[in-house]
């Protein structure tokens, strides 16, 4: 099995930043992708970021282009989202997800079988 923490999440102010962090236990693989995805109330888990564990490829949600950033730390088995300018609709529960391969979609929620239990995030205006 698989064990995703996350932590970091917070109240925050419009413009401020927050790094949220994921530590990855349990089984490994390869060639996995560790992705950050987030639920707003009342609306569906989106894609936000993910980040390829052996070559670093990257891929980012065109909403959150230019102010996130993700990163991996393979001698911590982590992975960061930082996150700055945040805005009010960046309000949601985060939640950090691991594919074992790199092949195939990376943005699809159901591409992911390993999920952690979420870290919140508020921002206010």
């Known amino acids: 099995q698989v064990q995703l923490v996350e932590s970091g999440g917070g109240l925050v102010q419009a413009g401020d930043s927050l790094r949220l962090s994921c530590a990855a236990s349990?089984?490994?693989?390869?060639?996995?992708?560790m992705g950050w995805f987030r639920q707003a109330p009342g609306k569906e888990r989106e894609f936000v970021a993910a980040?390829?564990?052996?070559?670093?490829?990257?891929n980012y949600a065109d909403a959150v282009k230019g102010r996130f950033t993700i990163s991996k730390d393979n001698a911590k088995i982590t992975v960061y989202l930082q996150m700055n300018s945040l805005k009010p609709e960046d309000t949601a529960v985060y939640y950090c997800?691991?594919?074992?391969?790199?092949?195939?979609?990376?943005?699809?929620?159901?591409?992911?079988?390993?999920w952690g239990q979420g870290t919140q995030v508020t921002v206010s205006s």
């Open positions: 980040i390829s564990w052996s070559d670093r490829d990257t």
């Open positions: 349990g089984r490994t693989f390869s060639s996995p992708v």
């Open positions: 997800a691991l594919r074992p391969t790199t092949f195939g979609n990376w943005v699809e929620v159901h591409n992911y079988p390993y």
